[in-house]
């Protein structure tokens, strides 16, 4: 089994802090509303596997379209990739961090 880390946050972070990453702050800024609405959709995912993980004998058949739907969606990304939804919600939000210190970094390098 691979056991390589496809996330970078640390990476970023340290980059970022360092001054060595840096982006236009037109662009973080996109990035970072970008990431930010990944997220919501991320714990909207993680809220729908909690619930049906918590039910003791779930049938997607009694849930209405639009719900069963979401639940296919969120119990089937986890079966491809077991645990990848809630290393991303940790990982995620370092490269926010990032982005905001890098943004932060291209402000000061402008003055």
């Not at 004998?57 to 969120?74: K, R, T």
């Not at 490269?95 to 000061?108: D, E, P």
Request: net charge negative; aromatic share 6%.
């Amino acid at each position: 089994m691979d056991t390589c880390d496809d996330f970078a946050g640390e990476l970023f972070l340290t980059l970022a802090t360092d001054g060595r990453l840096v982006v236009d702050s037109d662009r973080a800024d996109k990035l970072i509303a970008d990431l930010e609405q990944t997220l919501a959709v991320l714990h909207a995912r993680l809220r729908v596997l909690d619930v049906w993980r918590r039910n003791p004998h779930p049938h997607i058949e009694e849930l209405p379209v639009y719900v069963a739907g979401a639940v296919v969606d969120a119990v089937f990304a986890e079966q491809l990739a077991p645990g990848r939804l809630e290393r991303a919600a940790v990982e995620l939000p370092k490269y926010v961090a990032a982005l905001k210190a890098a943004r932060c970094a291209s402000n000061r390098n402008d003055a």
